[in-house]
Nanobody, 119 residues
Framework: QVHVVESGGGLVQAGESLRLSCAVS????????VGWHRQAPAKQRELVAL????????YALDSVRGRFIISRDDAKNTVYLQMNRLKPEDTAVYYC????????????WGRGTQVTVSS
């Protein structure tokens, strides 16, 4: 089993920054990727960014490219999402999830952390 716990959310003003953390524990042998997702009120959950086991990164949303940075600290088993120049439309619950090798979808979701950006 793999467990993920998100932290770092909060209430900020537009233009400010936040860094989210995703602490991963358990059996990490079979992890293909760790992805940050978000779900805004009345909207579907969407993938924001991911980092592969080999360290390659990708950003799924044009709106965050250039503002958000995904990274990881292997010594701490933690994946980060640095969010800069935040906008009100970034307001959402942010979730971390694991994609296992051979799996069709992300599983082992965390409970999420709320990010609220005021204008």
């Amino acid at each position: 089993q793999v467990h993920v716990v998100e932290s770092g959310g909060g209430l900020v003003q537009a233009g400010e920054s936040l860094r989210l953390s995703c602490a991963v524990s358990g059996n990490m042998f079979n992890i293909a990727a760790v992805g940050w997702h978000r779900q805004a009120p009345a909207k579907q959950r969407e993938l924001v960014a991911l980092i592969l086991a080999n360290g390659a990164t990708g950003y799924a949303l044009d709106s965050v490219r250039g503002r958000f940075i995904i990274s990881r600290d292997d010594a701490k088993n933690t994946v980060y999402l640095q969010m800069n120049r935040l906008k009100p439309e970034d307001t959402a619950v942010y979730y971390c999830a694991i994609l296992r090798r051979g799996a069709a979808a992300y599983d082992h979701w965390g409970r999420g952390t709320q990010v609220t950006v005021s204008s």
